[in-house]
C-alpha cells in the first residue's frame, strides 16, 4: 500500500526543495511529481506502508457529524469479545463473554471515522466497511484492511 504526501517551496527558493527531497529520500519517499503553481513548486511523494499481519484492536465506529463526542462507548475488553460495531447511540453494556453470533448489532450505513486511520472518514454499509473513503471532502477507493 502507498503513503502519499507533498512538499511546497517558494519558487524562489529551489535549493530548499532540494534539501528537502534529500532528506524525505532517506526515508523511504520517491517523487512522484512536481509542479509549479502560482509562485510554488509542489513536489508530491509517496513510498510503500508495510502492511502488518496482526489483527487491529476493534474500533467503535463514530458517526461523522459527531463533533462532540457524545456517540462514544466503551470498546470490549478483549477481542474476543467483540463481533461487529455496536450502536453509538446503545445504552446497552457490552457483554463480558463471547455473544452468540446470531445476535449481531446492527450500526446504520454511514461515514464513520476510518478505523485504520489512513483516511478522514470510511463508510459503513451497515454490515462492513466499504472501499469508499474521504478525506477533505474528497472521495476515494482503498480496500479495507482486514
Known amino acids: 500500500m502507498l503513503e502519499f504526501t ?15 527531497l ?3 529520500s532517506a526515508q523511504g519517499w520517491q517523487v512522484v511529481n512536481i509542479v509549479a503553481a502560482n509562485n510554488d513548486i509542489v513536489a508530491y511523494l509517496s513510498r510503500l506502508v508495510s502492511v502488518t499481519t496482526t489483527a487491529p484492536a476493534p474500533v467503535q465506529p463514530t458517526p461523522a457529524s459527531d463533533s462532540v463526542g457524545w456517540a462514544a462507548t466503551d470498546t470490549p475488553s478483549s477481542p474476543s469479545t467483540f463481533i461487529s460495531p455496536t450502536p453509538a447511540s ?8 463471547t ?5 449481531a448489532p446492527s450500526v446504520p ?8 486511520g489512513r483516511y478522514e472518514f470510511r463508510y459503513w454499509d451497515g454490515a ?3 472501499e469508499n473513503v474521504s ?7 482503498d480496500p479495507p484492511t482486514k
Not at 90 to 97: E, F, G, V
Not at 99 to 103: C, E, L, Q, R, Y
Not at 109 to 116: F, I, L, T, V
Not at 135 to 141: I, S, T
Request: no cysteine; glycine share 2%; charged share 20%.
Open 6 to 20: 507533498s512538499l511546497k517551496v517558494s519558487a524562489d527558493a529551489p535549493a530548499d526543495l532540494a534539501t528537502q
Open 22 to 24: 534529500t532528506s524525505m
Open 90 to 97: 446503545s445504552s446497552t453494556p457490552l457483554a463480558t463473554s
Open 99 to 103: 455473544p452468540t453470533p446470531s445476535v
Open 109 to 116: 450505513a454511514d461515514w464513520y471515522k476510518d478505523p485504520a
Open 128 to 130: 462492513k466497511w466499504t
Open 135 to 141: 478525506r477533505a471532502g474528497v472521495m476515494y477507493k
